[in-house]
């Protein structure tokens, strides 16, 4: 049974930080491309990075230079280093492996002063 737990999530301050983490079981991050998504209230789902088995990262736009997504291949979790946050970046962030449809719960994060 394959679980995608998200945690990290709170509420910060506009330019402060936090680090996402996303504990697997069931599945290797290791050898598969994993995914971070978000959905910000009233709004679609969006994607926010990937990390391919080989390592590749893409980012949308909007988070270029601020977002860093990494895993941890011993501890077969994944993370989400998010600096320099913005209201804009509000939203329930989600772990997802896309090639199998398997999600997280998700993690909400809030960006307020």
């Known amino acids: 049974q394959v679980q995608l737990v998200e945690s990290g999530g709170g509420l910060v301050q506009p330019g402060g930080s936090l680090r996402l983490s996303c504990a697997a079981s069931g599945i290797s991050l290791s050898i598969n491309t994993m995914g971070w998504y978000r959905q910000a209230p009233g709004k679609q789902r969006e994607l926010v990075a990937t990390?391919?088995?080989?390592?590749?990262?893409t980012y949308t736009d909007s988070v270029k230079g601020r977002f860093t997504i990494s895993r941890d291949n011993a501890k077969n979790t994944m993370y989400l280093r998010m600096n320099s946050l913005k209201p804009e970046d509000t939203a329930v962030y989600y772990c997802?492996?896309?090639?199998?449809?398997?999600w997280g719960r998700g993690t909400q994060v809030i960006v307020s002063s």
């Open positions: 990390l391919t088995s080989g390592g590749i990262t």
């Open positions: 997802c492996a896309p090639a199998f449809g398997y």
